[in-house]
T-cell receptor, first 114, second 112 residues
């Protein structure tokens, strides 16, 4: 079966522009997670969805970051007025349900802000 | 925030050698997981541990959930070239938070 997919795989944008990153979780997975990975670093939690609601947004670094999930499936992470420090790989993961900690990751979107 | 201390940060070994890496924390975890990440890819789940003291194997990989619930180790036996990559530990904190906390990773390089 299909794994987690993310698009685009790479995004180069100018400072100040808005970007949207998309995640398609594994079919049937109810929980969805966004992480950020800076070069050579571990994964930094951003936000978690259970269904369409986001019980935990504690990792979003600023109000320029937002995410939504519709139909309990696809999720979009939006970064407004991008800054150079936003450059990173943005990873999406899904799990069968919220209490299952076995998260399956997509390949990530590499964002470069120039 | 909560942190996992993962060591070593990098390892350079000969093919065929055994590898050991670990993660420690001052916090108690309910679950430990180990992931491997290849360049340009997302992390892939290797082993999940759910009980203190649990020892689980997956082929040449063995991981243990420490009895204090504050640490875990991963061993790789008889390393092969495809073991190259970055290994991450991750844990779910006791207290109910759903998110995983990740270690900083161990970069494994193998000399043939």
């Amino acid at each position: 079966g299909a794994g987690v997919s993310q698009s685009p795989s790479n995004k180069v944008t100018e400072k100040g522009k808005d970007v949207e990153l998309r995640c398609d979780p594994i079919s049937g997975h109810t929980a969805l997670y966004w992480y950020r990975q800076s070069l050579g670093q571990g994964l930094e939690f951003l936000i978690y969805f259970q269904g369409n609601s986001a019980p935990d947004k504690s990792g979003l670094p600023s109000d320029r970051f937002s995410a939504e999930r519709t139909g309990g499936s696809v999720s979009t992470l939006t970064i407004q007025r991008t800054q150079q420090e936003d450059s990173a790989v943005y990873l999406c993961a899904s799990s069968l349900w919220a209490s299952s900690y076995e998260q399956y990751f997509g390949p990530g979107t590499r964002l470069t802000v120039t | 925030g909560q942190q996992l201390n993962q060591s070593p940060q990098s390892m350079f070994i000969q093919e065929g050698e055994d590898v050991s890496m670990n993660c420690t924390s001052s916090s108690i975890f309910n679950t430990w997981l180990w992931y491997k990440q290849d360049p340009g890819e997302g992390p892939v789940l290797l082993i999940a541990l759910y009980k203190a003291g649990e020892l689980t194997s997956n082929g040449r990989l063995t991981a243990q959930f420490g009895i204090t619930r504050k640490d875990s180790f991963l061993n790789i036996s008889a390393s092969i070239p495809s073991d190259v990559g970055i290994y991450f530990c991750a844990g779910q904190l006791s207290g109910g938070a759903q998110k995983l906390v990740f270690g900083q990773g161990t970069r494994l390089t193998i000399n043939p």
